[in-house]
């Protein structure tokens, strides 16, 4: 299979910030990709420069083999990009939205209708695409901007924490809409924050810490780099200062997760461990309320690879 997209020994520094460190991805046509890490980690960097919103470094972006950095008018007809801020225009409809990206790449007007007509469709917006962008939603404003992000027909998707702000309802719009477009046969690259939306969506997931693209993988073949490790939540009633200490000797590699009132760890042999962690809370004056034990989850990765939450 081609490759969509792909970084060779790509950097960037701002002044003396390192934001992305000799990242070596490829990205196969047809597959929908997550880069997956926290804030900071590097990851819309990585997409401004793939869409050649700001040159690297150091190294080499290529999109279905255009050099970015040489035929950047070239690689703009390929690409289609949603940044996390919106790009409609709140006193235009949606419509007016659309038409007007359709005339910045000189669409005649016959065929931007009716790729306006098709999208508008695939993205539910029939019953909004006449009315004011003010009025819409912010579900509605990223479907509308990524209807607009479509208009020239690229080859490749590429949008950053498309679902930062909606709400659940309208974050499984977007997933569903975003399962549609690939099969039309879309490339889709997606940075995301969250664990579950990677997890539900892609093909493969690029897992990115501090600039560096520490894993990349099936999610399944990343959640095996856990290894024959139980995860273990405890929700607690009084978190204390000590709830860490207590925890640290009995989870795989000393590495624990505290959320709120929320304790998570790796045990291996969880049926002996567990029962030393409870009572090791209780000496502690902390009170166990719940217990939960699951299988690893791509947060576990990205813990066990880096020692610390993506959140």
């Known amino acids: 299979m081609a490759n969509a997209l792909v970084f060779r020994g790509v950097s960037k520094k701002f002044g003396d910030v390192v934001a992305l460190r000799n990242v070596d991805l490829e990205i196969r046509e047809g597959e929908l990709f997550a880069l997956l890490g926290p804030n900071g980690a590097g990851k819309t960097t990585l997409l401004k420069i793939a869409v050649g919103l700001i040159q690297p470094s150091s190294g080499e972006v290529r999109v279905f083999d255009v050099d970015v950095l040489k035929e950047s008018a070239e690689v703009k007809k390929l690409i289609g990009y949603v940044p996390q801020e919106t790009i409609v225009y709140d006193e235009l409809t949606g419509l007016e939205n659309l038409m007007f990206y359709a005339s910045l790449y000189d669409i005649p007007k016959s065929v931007a209708k009716e790729r306006i007509s098709e ?11 006449k009315r004011r962008v003010g009025k819409y939603s912010g579900g509605l404003k990223k479907r509308l901007s990524i209807a607009a992000s479509l208009i020239h027909d690229p080859k490749l998707l590429i949008l950053d924490e498309p679902t930062t702000g909606l709400d659940p309802s309208s974050r499984r719009d977007l997933w569903r809409i975003l399962q549609n477009l690939r099969k039309l046969g879309k490339t889709i690259v997606m940075a995301t924050h969250y664990t579950e939306e990677a ?4 093909d493969r997931v690029a897992i990115m810490n501090e600039g560096r693209v520490v894993a990349v993988g ?11 490790l139980t995860i273990v939540k405890i929700e607690v009633a009084n978190p204390k200062p000590e709830l860490e200490e207590v925890a640290r ?3 795989y590699g000393g590495k624990v997760l505290i959320k709120d009132t929320v304790l998570r760890m790796y045990l291996e042999n969880y049926m002996t461990q567990l029962p030393k962690v409870i009572e090791g809370l209780l000496r502690a004056g902390v009170k166990p309320l719940t217990i939960r034990v699951s299988e690893p989850t791509l947060e576990d990765v990205f813990l066990k690879l880096t020692g610390r939450g993506l959140m």
Do not use: F
Not at 119 to 129: D, R
Not at 199 to 202: Q, T, V
């Open 119 to 129: 999208y508008v469709k695939l993205l539910g917006l029939e019953e909004y695409i």
């Open 199 to 202: 997890e539900a969506l892609a």
């Open 218 to 228: 099936t999610p399944n073949e990343l959640k095996r780099r856990v290894g024959e």
């Open 249 to 251: 000797p009995y989870s």
